[in-house]
């Protein structure tokens, strides 16, 4: 199960790459504006080595 409350790693991705933007739970990362093209770490893996996209990250979330 997924809380809301796990941190993950958000990045925003330039055209120069990825930036890290720090570390939050999920609700604060699917609550950034949606203009922003952010990822964030996978809730699962508890490594930060594979980035999702908000809407992978909500729908992880919604199967909780």
Same mark, same amino acid.
């Given at each position: #199960?997924? $809380? !809301?409350?796990?941190?993950? !790693? *958000?990045? =925003?991705? &330039? !055209?120069?790459?990825? *930036? @890290?933007?720090?570390? #939050?739970? @999920?609700?604060?990362? =699917?609550?950034?504006?949606?203009?922003? %093209? *952010?990822?964030? $770490?996978?809730?699962?893996?508890?490594? &930060? %080595?594979?980035f999702i996209h908000k809407d992978? =990250?909500?729908?992880? =979330? %919604?199967? $909780?």
């Amino acid at each position: #199960m997924i $809380s !809301e409350k796990q941190l993950v !790693e *958000v990045a =925003l991705d &330039t !055209e120069e790459g990825r *930036v @890290a933007l720090g570390m #939050m739970n @999920a609700k604060q990362a =699917l609550a950034l504006p949606y203009d922003l %093209d *952010v990822e964030a $770490s996978h809730p699962d893996r508890g490594k &930060t %080595d594979r980035f999702i996209h908000k809407d992978e =990250l909500r729908r992880h =979330l %919604d199967k $909780s």
